[in-house]
């Protein structure tokens, strides 16, 4: 019985021992464990797929790869050792109980998210992104309306100038048309009616060219002034000016053959070169007031030469209005006396109204002697500034009658 009793007690004390030493294995186990998803919760992994799986499939993924599966084995290992326990008041589930406790702390760290001071801090920077990106966009869209409206007024621009163009054309020909129409009722010479209509035609459309080209020249004659090209370089720019003027003078001959009242109407021109019309042109003592301020500073002899110039050009305006005058005169009692004879006053008024050719060439002709001698008496700069200076001038009057036709009527 001794024997029996001294070999329990070695079982026994065999048993403390192995149990104390699972203890202590169980709970190195556990902290290295704790440690384990400590880690793993503050890791980049655990918070890069903290949104995109809940706890409870956090948890199962865990136990899959192997994480949680020691602390499940070592609770198996109740059974050897239950018999043994038991005697001494040593419960087997000391350990379920650990282990128990072990999964609660590892089941609420998983659930942990991020702090509610990590969440209002990047609701604010959120807001502030999308907002900085609204304002951009809606400035983009901004920029790209301004943009589209500045093209639209510019094509409506263009588009108002060109139905100008047509419509005077239009009138120019329906008038032309209408009153050669009534002539040819009387005289019979369709012939003739298409001839002047061909005649007008190309007048306007040679007129246009010359227009253009005239612009073209003015920006020729502004980049000479500006790189002060040599005086014998711009002595050629200034009589190329001077010849365009002369072959203006040359088309507006033909014009008067075809019909010097279309001519001396003024509709080939704009609505405010018709303003300032004198006998299918302009004043040459008006157009000296209004290059004079342009050409200072003149010595005592250019001016007394311009002076000169200009009464002369006005006692020669002065000639050639009161003889339109005296015409107007004639012509009226030639058509308000009744002869009896409507063939022979038709003829007579016809001989008067044919004096009117006269009178186109003669005032083109005194513009044209009128450009010649302020060329002779400015030199050739001054003279380049006085042709730029009149086609600007020119220029202008255009751009005021597009302005004119494009500015809003008010309703009737």
Known sequence: NNDVRSEQEVVDVGADEILVQVRVLIGSLNSIFKRLFDWQLSGPDYKSTKGMSSPSTQFVTSRRMGVYEPLHQIG????????????????????????????????????????????????????????????????????????????????????????????????????????????????GSSASLNSDLAGITAFEMKYGHWVEEQHKQNGELRNALQVHITDIELRILVDHGLKHYHDLFNMKADAAKADVFYLMSGMWRTSAERFFLWIGGFRPSELLNVLMPQLEPLTDQQLLDVCNLRLSSQQAEDALTQGMDKLQQSLAQSVATDSGNYGSQMAAAMEKLEALEGFVNQADHLRQQTLQQMSRILTTRQAARGLLALGEYFHRLRALSSLWAARPCEPA
């Open 76 to 187: 198996m290992w109740e059974d050897p050792f239950k018999g043994l326990t038991s005697q001494h008041g040593i419960a087997a589930t000391t350990i379920v109980e650990v282990d128990g406790l072990d999964k609660p702390d590892y089941t609420s760290n998983e659930s942990v998210g991020p702090s509610k001071n990590d969440q209002e801090a990047s609701i604010p920077n959120e807001k502030v992104q999308r907002r900085l990106a609204q304002n951009r966009e809606a400035a983009r869209k901004s920029r790209l309306r301004k943009k589209a409206y500045v093209q639209q007024l510019e094509t409506s621009r263009l588009k108002l100038t060109q139905l100008e163009q047509e419509l005077q054309r239009a009138r120019q020909q329906g008038l032309f048309i209408g009153s050669s129409a009534l002539d040819s009722s009387h005289m």
